[in-house]
């Protein structure tokens, strides 16, 4: 009777607060590196090409670091060609 419904009433909290602290853990796995990547996007954004992100993982949000990577690397090559373009033509 009365002691049964104890014994399911820790139980169901037992279980909720393993479900809830599970939905907080996965949160902060999504949530932290996002933070971390729109922070540096915003710095390129602002022209700093010396920014890098060295977040990697075996999933989409590595998928969007590498992105990232590619994408900031790319940059540096233009702005480096765009540089030598600039010395050559001041030097005609």
Same mark, same amino acid.
């Given at each position: 009777?009365? $002691? =049964? %419904?104890?014994?399911? #009433? *820790?139980?169901? *909290?037992? /279980?909720?607060?393993?479900? !809830?602290?599970?939905?907080?853990?996965?949160?902060?796995q *999504?949530? =932290?590196? %996002? @933070? =971390? *990547?729109?922070?540096? +996007?915003? @710095? !390129?954004?602002? /022209? &700093?090409? $010396?920014?890098?992100? &060295?977040?990697r @993982?075996? &999933?989409?949000?590595?998928?969007?670091?590498?992105?990232?990577?590619? +994408?900031?690397?790319?940059? @540096? $090559? +233009? #702005?480096?060609? #765009?540089?030598? $373009?600039?010395?050559?033509?001041?030097?005609?």
């Open positions: 009777g009365t $002691s =049964q %419904l104890g014994f399911l #009433a *820790i139980i169901v *909290i037992i /279980g909720f607060t393993t479900v !809830v602290g599970e939905l907080y853990l996965l949160y902060q *999504i949530t =932290q590196p %996002l @933070r =971390q *990547i729109t922070a540096i +996007m915003s @710095r !390129v954004a602002l /022209g &700093d090409l $010396s920014q890098n992100s &060295d977040f @993982r075996a &999933d989409e949000l590595g998928q969007l670091a590498d992105a990232f990577r590619q +994408m900031v690397a790319y940059q @540096r $090559s +233009m #702005a480096a060609a #765009a540089q030598v $373009s600039a010395i050559r033509g001041a030097n005609w």
